[in-house]
């Protein structure tokens, strides 16, 4: 679909500005805690793939998904339970300790890719609160309408279009309706809340969420910890929930204590409301990852895991070489084996990434080959307080336990892409480095229609929050019918 990028590239100026100001009205922004918000940059230039490599890459997600999760009830079921509780704080290990025999299920996940040479490989599982689904949605449905208007594609036709291109949205709600329903004897609930923090940094996403719930028929609130009481139900302002999809990380209760929410979120399947994810910080820890890699060429592990041969298959070919970084003997990227990981690890800079095993935002990731700039300086002083050679900060990381410690990977080789960044002024061009997020579901009778997320920013290491863009997703097919309405001007 090189044309219509062309296309796109020319028309920018005239409907970009309009893109990002429609995007940003729509919800696409962080929230700051005093509640004022900014935008999160949209591009002119789409994302174009095949509706069958969408499917492809959610089925990918999916048997990566669930092998995440059967590795994480293997390890916390052994000897070396300590390997994963021993990263999360306080309240998150004594809610896995309490919850995750019977936390089975999923509604959603979130695999993050990196593109190289056509081909998706998995950076890691979100399974806390895997995020921008409504994003997303935001990012492509404004661009189908504003780009479809500019080019006279028939207004009464962009529905259609806009349901061709898939919603995660609707996906996410199917996903929810299928959870409670799975733990509530085939019954549909009546009332819905979403759970986040006041202020939280993607609470305009959330609305958006609520908003196309409402549409699809369900009474549905955003809601807030210090909101909720009852002593048989979950309720607010007197109004009783049936469903809670939890967009709250559990630290977060470390920071602002809501005994009422712990105890809720301690109790699965929830008794005064179902509410999805239940917790599940111990799923999206690195080690766990990790450790699928490492069950390639350990089939003992594999075992343990009951892994299927489709799940081995789906992560021999997506899953880079990641193992935990400690001193111990293992095998290399080649299959070689070494006599210590850290020493080949400090011997190849180039070739690898550090990533503390439990922590998000992107805040503890160093890239060997990014030794020496800027952000490479910035990253160490902020977690160890001082410059660092790779080798000394190797040494560090391999004897630091904070988080669960690390974990190391092969990097997966990406060269920023150019694409046209909106504002409601300007239309600006950029140079992005673009992940692919994919979208999954654990424990349910049927996978919805997924779709993906894509992110782009001008660091190698992605994260919305901290800055970057969201690239619309469209497929083929929608892209090849605003090709004609062109055409057709």
């Given at each position: 679909?090189?044309?219509?990028?062309?296309?796109?590239?020319?028309?920018?100026?005239?409907?970009?500005?309009?893109?990002?100001?429609?995007?940003?009205?729509?919800?696409?922004?962080?929230?700051?805690?005093?509640?004022?918000?900014?935008?999160?940059?949209?591009?002119?230039?789409?994302?174009?793939?095949?509706?069958?490599?969408?499917?492809?890459?959610?089925?990918?997600?999916?048997?990566?998904?669930?092998?995440?999760?059967?590795?994480?009830?293997?390890?916390?079921?052994?000897?070396?339970?300590?390997?994963?509780?021993?990263?999360?704080?306080?309240?998150?290990?004594?809610?896995?300790?309490?919850?995750?025999?019977?936390?089975?299920?999923?509604?959603?996940?979130?695999?993050?890719?990196?593109?190289?040479?056509?081909?998706?490989?998995?950076?890691?599982?979100?399974?806390?609160?895997?995020?921008?689904?409504?994003?997303?949605?935001?990012?492509?449905?404004?661009?189908?309408?504003?780009?479809?208007?500019?080019?006279?594609?028939?207004?009464?036709?962009?529905?259609?279009?806009?349901?061709?291109?898939?919603?995660?949205?609707?996906?996410?709600?199917?996903?929810?309706?299928?959870?409670?329903?799975?733990?509530?004897?085939?019954?549909?609930?009546?009332?819905?809340?979403?759970?986040?923090?006041?202020?939280?940094?993607?609470?305009?996403?959330?609305?958006?969420?609520?908003?196309?719930?409402?549409?699809?028929?369900?009474?549905?609130?955003v809601v807030h910890p210090d909101e909720v009481s009852g002593d048989d139900a979950f309720?607010?302002?007197?109004?009783?929930?049936?469903?809670?999809?939890?967009?709250?990380?559990?630290?977060?209760?470390?920071?602002?204590?809501?005994?009422?929410?712990?105890?809720?979120?301690?109790?699965?399947?929830?008794?005064?409301?179902?509410?999805?994810?239940?917790?599940?910080?111990?799923?999206?820890?690195?080690?766990?990852?990790?450790?699928?890699?490492?069950?390639?060429?350990?089939?003992?592990?594999?075992?343990?895991?009951?892994?299927?041969?489709?799940?081995?298959?789906?992560?021999?070919?997506?899953?880079?070489?990641?193992?935990?970084?400690?001193?111990?003997?293992?095998?290399?990227?080649?299959?070689?084996?070494?006599?210590?990981?850290?020493?080949?690890?400090?011997?190849?800079?180039?070739?690898?990434?550090?990533?503390?095993?439990?922590?998000?935002?992107?805040?503890?990731?160093?890239?060997?080959?990014?030794?020496?700039?800027?952000?490479?300086?910035?990253?160490?002083?902020?977690?160890?307080?001082?410059?660092?050679?790779?080798?000394?900060?190797?040494?560090?990381?391999?004897?630091?336990?904070?988080?669960g410690g690390y974990v190391v990977q092969e990097i997966v080789d990406t060269t920023p892409e150019d694409?046209?960044?909106?504002?409601?002024?300007?239309?600006?061009?950029?140079?992005?480095?673009?992940?692919?997020?994919?979208?999954?579901?654990?424990?349910?009778?049927?996978?919805?229609?997924?779709?993906?997320?894509?992110?782009?920013?001008?660091?190698?290491?992605?994260?919305?929050?901290?800055?970057?863009?969201?690239?619309?997703?469209?497929?083929?097919?929608?892209?090849?019918?605003?090709?004609?309405?062109?055409?057709?001007?």
């Amino acid at each position: 679909m090189q044309e219509l990028l062309d296309v796109l590239r020319r028309q920018a100026q005239h409907f970009g500005p309009e893109l990002a100001r429609v995007a940003y009205q729509r919800g696409l922004a962080v929230t700051k805690p005093d509640g004022s918000t900014r935008p999160i940059p949209v591009t002119a230039t789409p994302v174009i793939l095949d509706a069958a490599e969408i499917r492809r890459r959610a089925g990918l997600s999916a048997h990566l998904a669930s092998a995440t999760v059967k590795m994480t009830r293997a390890v916390l079921d052994g000897p070396d339970a300590e390997l994963l509780l021993g990263a999360l704080s306080p309240l998150e290990r004594s809610l896995a300790e309490r919850t995750w025999r019977q936390a089975t299920r999923l509604a959603t996940t979130r695999v993050d890719y990196f593109v190289s040479g056509g081909r998706p490989w998995a950076l890691e599982v979100n399974a806390t609160i895997p995020a921008m689904q409504g994003y997303s949605d935001i990012a492509a449905r404004t661009f189908i309408e504003v780009v479809g208007r500019h080019f006279r594609y028939p207004e009464k036709g962009l529905g259609a279009l806009l349901a061709l291109n898939g919603s995660n949205p609707l996906a996410l709600y199917r996903a929810l309706l299928d959870g409670y329903a799975a733990e509530r004897a085939g019954k549909m609930p009546e009332t819905v809340a979403l759970l986040c923090r006041r202020n939280d940094a993607q609470v305009s996403e959330l609305r958006w969420l609520c908003e196309r719930f409402r549409e699809y028929g369900a009474d549905a609130d955003v809601v807030h910890p210090d909101e909720v009481s009852g002593d048989d139900a979950f309720v607010v302002k007197g109004k009783r929930y049936d469903l809670v999809y939890r967009h709250l990380f559990v630290r977060r209760l470390e920071e602002t204590p809501s005994p009422w929410v712990e105890d809720f979120l301690g109790v699965v399947p929830g008794k005064k409301a179902v509410f999805l994810n239940p917790p599940a910080s111990q799923v999206e820890v690195k080690t766990t990852f990790a450790l699928l890699s490492q069950a390639l060429t350990e089939p003992a592990l594999a075992e343990r895991a009951k892994l299927t041969p489709e799940e081995l298959e789906a992560i021999a070919s997506s899953v880079p070489w990641t193992r935990p970084f400690r001193h111990a003997p293992g095998t290399a990227p080649d299959g070689s084996r070494v006599s210590d990981v850290v020493a080949a690890v400090i011997a190849d800079p180039g070739r690898f990434v550090l990533k503390r095993s439990w922590d998000y935002g992107g805040k503890a990731v160093f890239l060997g080959r990014s030794v020496g700039t800027v952000p490479y300086e910035e990253r160490v002083k902020a977690a160890y307080g001082a410059s660092l050679t790779w080798a000394e900060l190797c040494e560090r990381a391999a004897t630091d336990p904070a988080g669960g410690g690390y974990v190391v990977q092969e990097i997966v080789d990406t060269t920023p892409e150019d694409h046209l960044l909106c504002g409601e002024n300007s239309v600006l061009p950029t140079s992005f480095f673009v992940d692919y997020s994919a979208y999954a579901s654990v424990g349910l009778g049927k996978q919805p229609a997924w779709g993906g997320v894509c992110r782009g920013s001008m660091s190698e290491i992605v994260n919305i929050v901290g800055g970057g863009g969201v690239l619309p997703l469209i497929t083929t097919e929608v892209a090849s019918k605003l090709l004609t309405a062109w055409k057709a001007l």
